[in-house]
């Protein structure tokens, strides 16, 4: 599958993005338990070792399934952790990004 458009760029934080994207799923997992793997076709990938660009090459981020995204989303912020998106809803789940520890990127999902 090919992602791209406005919604994913927001969504990934990178402008005019158009990217092969593959999810690895491990059937059965409790919790869920999935790689997503991205080729970069627009912009070129950024080749550096910043933990902060969702641009870059290599590991992204890491995600975390949750069952209440709004309540946990109010106390990850009055943790004094920054949103890096709006919640967005897609895909049968709902996400958002945040600042991680040391400018990392984390992501919270819950699945419909």
């Known amino acids: 599958m090919v992602i791209k458009g406005p919604v994913f ?8 993005i158009s990217a092969d994207h593959v999810t690895l799923v491990l059937p ?6 999935e790689v997503q793997i991205l080729h970069y076709l627009e912009p070129e990938a950024a ?3 910043g933990i902060t660009n969702p641009g870059r090459i290599g590991f992204n981020h890491i ?3 949750c069952d209440d995204l709004d309540g946990l989303v109010t106390r990850v912020e009055a ?6 998106n709006e ?26």
């Open 87 to 112: 919640v967005l809803d897609f895909h049968s789940r709902r996400l958002v990004f945040l600042e991680g520890p040391e400018g990392g990127t984390v992501k919270l999902a819950e699945w419909h």
């Open 47 to 49: 080749d550096d070792t």
């Open 79 to 84: 943790s004094g952790f920054r949103l890096r």
């Open 63 to 65: 995600c975390f399934a």
């Open 28 to 33: 059965g997992s409790a919790p869920r338990l």
């Open 9 to 16: 760029s927001d969504y990934m934080g990178v402008a005019g």
